[in-house]
């Protein structure tokens, strides 16, 4: 892991530059970063998560 600090001063560099990092990760890292980021999410809004799943019941409404 690269812990190199860079200061940007152009928000559209900063920007350019996650992008660059974010294509260089394999997709399987991308999806788990992704996962991760949803589940602490959801934890901040109260919600339990464990290793599987949520612990929240969905529920589909099908419009007639």
């Given at each position: 892991m690269d812990k190199t600090i860079r200061?940007?001063?152009d928000p559209?560099?900063?920007k350019?530059?996650?992008y660059r990092y974010w294509q260089?990760?394999?997709a399987e890292e991308r999806i788990r970063a992704t996962w991760?980021?949803?589940i602490d999410c959801y934890?901040?809004?109260g919600v339990e998560a464990n290793g599987r799943?949520?612990?929240t019941t969905l529920v589909r409404f099908q419009r007639t």
């Open positions: 200061r940007f001063t559209e560099e900063l350019n530059e996650e260089s990760v394999p991760e980021h949803t934890r901040m809004k799943g949520l612990r």
